[in-house]
Structure formats: structure tokens, C-alpha cells
């Protein structure tokens, strides 16, 4: 499934921030020579609801990401009965008692990060005979307080992830140093996802998703651009 662009009759409302956070990326695509159908926009709806939530479904955007199980546990499912096209995304730590929910839920998975939680997704594929797609999360920057792999062991991690766990690991996730330039963190995740034999690069957020499509993001994970501020914690 790929996030539709917005069709004729949709064209008409591009002034919502949702075409006109389409409209950004195919520009970015295009100017880094790239085909803007490569780059797939995950809107991020962490903390807002239905009634939000629905106005951007309605444009044609079927491609959702939520950072808690639970949270989206208890929005998508009714969601998803009136929309069957969505396309689900984990972006968020996950803590293996939760992979069950998460496999169950979930078409994308960007956050394995360890051993112990490759061995619960691995376990509860099996068990529900579901197989979401995976990304594994590199901590770029070395951050103490974040999730993700260390850099120098994620080729390695990778490499585990598929031949102890049998997971197919279609690609990286990163979520740069908030303070950083975050060019230099797409560069190395690139890098490492050609290592490491991963096609797909999920990287960049609102205030960065042109600069990691031109370092060849095939996902950005969009959400205040698109949904405005957000007031809760997330
Ligand atoms: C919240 C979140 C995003 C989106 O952030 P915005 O700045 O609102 O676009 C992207 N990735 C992850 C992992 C997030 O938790």
C-alpha cells in the first residue's frame, strides 16, 4: 500500500497542512533526483483522536503511526472497521510484554532494539501467524536516554535478528539528537542500512523530513506538521 496523493477532487483542498506536507515531499523527492512514490508518508496521530484523525483519512492518507501500544489500542480498532485500508505503524519504544498487542496491531514494527524484544516479536509471529513488517531503531547519536541499537553493533544486531530470530529486518529507524544537525545522523544511517543489507530508511519528522529524503528516507514519520501542536505528553 503506498500513502495515495490526494486525487482530483481532493486537489481542491490543498490548502489543508496535509497536502501541504504531500506537496513538501514530493518537492524534496524531486530535487534530490528521487521518485517522490519512493517516499512513504507515515502521519504521526499520537495523542489526537478520531474526530482529528478522520479529516486526514478523508484527503487519502492511509498510512497512520502511533509511539504507545496501548494508545493505539484503543483508537485504531474502531477506526480500522470503518477504514480497512489503513496501514498501521509502531514508532515508539516497545517493551516486550506488549508485543503480543503490538503484533497484533500493528503492519509496521520500526523499534526493535534488542535481543529480548526480537525474541518476543519472533515468538509472537508464530503464535498469531501475523508477520509485520520490521525496522530495527539505531541510536545515532549515542544518547544515553534513548532506545536503539549502538551504531557500531547494529550490522551485527541485524545479522542476529535473522539468522537466530528468523525476522526479516526490511530496514533502519533513527531519531536524531533533538539539538543536532541531523544530516550527519541520516548519512550514517544510510550507511549502516547498506551494510547491513536493509533497503528501507525510516527517518525524518516535521522539522526535517526534506533534509532525510534527500539523504534517501523511504519513510518519514510526519506529525505536528500535519495535525498541529500537540498538548498532551507523548
Ligand atoms: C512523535 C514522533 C514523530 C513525529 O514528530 P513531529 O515532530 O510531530 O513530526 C516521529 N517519530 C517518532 C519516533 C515520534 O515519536
Same mark, same amino acid.
Given at each position: 500500500?503506498?500513502?495515495?496523493? $490526494?486525487?482530483?477532487?481532493?486537489? %481542491?483542498?490543498s490548502d489543508?497542512?496535509?497536502? +501541504? ?6 518537492? +524534496?523527492? @524531486?530535487?534530490?533526483a528521487r ?11 499520537? %495523542?489526537?483522536?478520531?474526530? #482529528?484523525?478522520?479529516?486526514?483519512? +478523508?484527503?487519502? /492518507?492511509?498510512?497512520? =503511526?502511533?509511539? #504507545?501500544? /496501548?494508545?493505539? /489500542? *484503543?483508537?485504531? $480498532?474502531?477506526? #480500522? ?7 498501521? !505503524? ?19 514494527? !520500526? %523499534? ?5 524484544? +526480537?525474541?518476543?516479536? *519472533? ?36 545479522? #542476529? ?8 529486518? *526490511?530496514?533502519?529507524?533513527?531519531l536524531p ?5 541531523? =544530516?550527519? !545522523?541520516?548519512?550514517?544511517? @544510510? ?24 539523504? =534517501? ?5 510526519? =506529525?505536528? *506538521?500535519?495535525?498541529?501542536? @500537540? !498538548?498532551?505528553?507523548?
Amino acid at each position: 500500500m503506498q500513502s495515495r496523493p $490526494p486525487n482530483a477532487d481532493q486537489m %481542491t483542498k490543498s490548502d489543508t497542512p496535509y497536502a +501541504a506536507v504531500m506537496a513538501r515531499i514530493s518537492q +524534496a523527492a @524531486r530535487a534530490a533526483a528521487r521518485d517522490p512514490q519512493e517516499v512513504r508518508l507515515i502521519a504521526v496521530s499520537k %495523542t489526537f483522536g478520531p474526530e #482529528r484523525i478522520e479529516p486526514v483519512i +478523508a484527503q487519502g /492518507q492511509t498510512v497512520f =503511526g502511533e509511539n #504507545r501500544v /496501548q494508545e493505539a /489500542q *484503543a483508537k485504531w $480498532p474502531g477506526l #480500522r472497521e470503518k477504514y480497512p485500508d489503513i496501514e498501521l !505503524h509502531l514508532i515508539g519504544p516497545l517493551q516486550s510484554n506488549k508485543a503480543a498487542d503490538a503484533v497484533g496491531l500493528f503492519d509496521v514494527i !520500526h %523499534t526493535v532494539d534488542r535481543e529480548k524484544i +526480537a525474541t518476543a516479536i *519472533a515468538k509472537e509471529m508464530a503464535k498469531q501467524g501475523r508477520s509485520p513488517q520490521l525496522f530495527v531503531q539505531v541510536n545515532t547519536g549515542g544518547e544515553a536516554q534513548k532506545s536503539g541499537v549502538d551504531p557500531r553493533e547494529a550490522a551485527a544486531f541485524v545479522a #542476529r535478528c535473522r539468522d537466530e530470530h528468523g525476522l526479516d529486518i *526490511a530496514g533502519l529507524m533513527c531519531l536524531p539528537p533533538f539539538e543536532e544537525n541531523p =544530516g550527519p !545522523h541520516f548519512a550514517l544511517l @544510510r550507511k549502516l542500512a547498506a551494510e547491513a543489507d536493509c533497503p528501507l530508511l525510516s527517518m525524518g519528522m516535521s522539522a526535517d523530513f526534506e533534509t532525510a529524503i534527500e539523504f =534517501g528516507a523511504t519513510h518519514v514519520r510526519v =506529525g505536528s *506538521a500535519i495535525f498541529g501542536e @500537540r !498538548h498532551k505528553p507523548a
